[in-house]
């Protein structure tokens, strides 16, 4: 099992700054076992989205079009914490974000598709105001 928690949104202006932070804590399980992780996004009224995902070892990541450019993942192994630093926000940003989690079986594997993670987050909220 792996517990998640975010931390980090809150309320920026648009053209501004958030990191979130995602940090993990593994309770069963082998301390061997890899896990990719990754960002989604949850407007009102909208399917959770792909924001972005990483690699068990951190040297792989994906952002989706929307965050390309603006968005940065990364990870801190040493910490077992995820981030997302998210500059140059817009009101189309504005979400409750998500981090999650997949065991899988190579230390390079990102994912994308929702349905693949296993272990998800409470979610931080992000708004955007203009």
């Known amino acids: 099992q792996v517990q998640l928690v975010e931390s980090g949104g809150g309320l920026v202006q648009a053209g501004g700054s958030l990191r979130l932070a995602c940090t993990a804590s593994?309770?069963?399980?082998?301390?061997?076992?890899?896990?990719?992780m990754g960002w989604f996004r949850q407007a009102p009224g909208k399917e959770r989205e792909f924001v972005a995902g990483?690699?068990?070892?951190?040297?792989?990541?994906y952002v989706s079009d929307s965050g390309k450019g603006r968005f940065t993942i990364s990870k801190d192994n040493a910490r077992n914490t995820m981030y997302l630093e998210m500059d140059g926000l817009k009101s189309e940003d504005m979400a409750v974000y998500y981090c999650a989690a997949k065991r899988v079986p190579e230390e390079s594997m990102v994912v994308v598709t929702l349905n693949r993670y296993d272990y998800w987050g409470q979610g931080t909220q992000v708004t955007v105001s203009s």
């Open positions: 593994i309770t069963s399980g082998r301390t061997s076992d890899l896990y990719a």
């Open positions: 990483i690699s068990p070892s951190g040297g792989n990541t």
